[in-house]
Each structure stands twice: as C-alpha cells, then as structure tokens.
C-alpha cells in the first residue's frame, strides 16, 4: 500500500485561512503552496515532500503499514516563517504526524530565509483508507494546487 498524501496536505494547507493568507500570490491569484514545485521568485512560499517511504509492519506476511516522512519548506525573504510555523506544525499534527527535526537557515545565493520542519507518521491500510475517505471524497484532483500548471 502506497499512500499519497499530496492531495490531503495540498488540501488542508489551502483552507487554513492563516497559511493561505500568508504566501504569496501567483498572477492568477493561486497561493504558493505545492508539492515540489513551486513559482520561483514569489514569496513567501511553502513546498512540501515526502522524504522517505518504507514497510513499517506485517501482519500474517500482509503488509500492514508503511512509514512516511515528509518535509515542510517555508521560504521567507524576511524571515516571516514564525507566523505560520506553528500553525503548520498544528496541521500535520492532528494528521498524526510528529515533528523530528526542524532547522532554520539562510540561503544566501537567492537571498531566502529557509524553515525546514520534518515529520513521521505510520500508516496502516485501515487508517489510510479513513484519510481517503475524510479528506478526497469530494475533492476534484484538476484543483489540487500540486497537478496546477503555474
């Protein structure tokens, strides 16, 4: 079992009224949050990832669960990052994320303060089929923020 959580992070990282506020604005107006790509040159910014994927757990030689680890990028060019970072840590928090590593550096080649915030969560088959349900059921993927062409 693969379980895709672009969709779901693309969602609840879109209606928080704070971190869709917070980022900047393509030219049609699209907050710049995404999966990997994002518009260069417009900030602030959040992008995310996922890091690493692995089989957690077995169950009568059935996997049972995998792992996920996912990186949450705010890019600042004032170092704004602390307005939302809380607010992204609670989001993938009550998506039964944990937080093990954060960092905080500055990329001088583009001159962008970068929050890097790092999060694991296991997932079982059970419990990813209830995240489908919870979160993609009436979601049309051509509006997910990650599949737009910018």
Not at 105 to 125: A, G, I, M, Q, W
Not at 128 to 148: D, P, T, W
């Amino acid at each position: 079992m693969l379980f895709n959580w672009k969709p779901i992070l693309s969602k609840v990282f879109m209606t928080n009224t704070l971190v869709s506020e917070y980022v900047g604005k393509t030219a049609n107006g699209n907050p710049v949050i995404g999966s990997l790509t994002i518009p260069s040159g417009i900030f602030p910014a959040i992008e995310f990832h996922e890091v690493s994927g692995f089989d957690n757990s077995f169950n009568d030689d059935e996997l049972y669960s995998r792992k996920y680890n996912y990186q949450i990028s705010i890019f600042s060019q004032d170092n704004s990052h602390y307005k939302v970072q809380n607010t992204i840590d609670s989001l993938m928090r009550s998506l039964g994320f944990t937080c093990y590593h954060n960092d905080e550096v500055y990329e001088p080649d583009v001159k962008v303060f970068h929050r890097v915030l790092l999060y694991s969560r296991t997932l079982s088959n059970e419990q990813a089929s209830i995240l489908e349900a919870k979160y993609l059921k009436n979601i049309k993927r051509k509006r997910l923020l990650y599949a737009k062409n910018w």
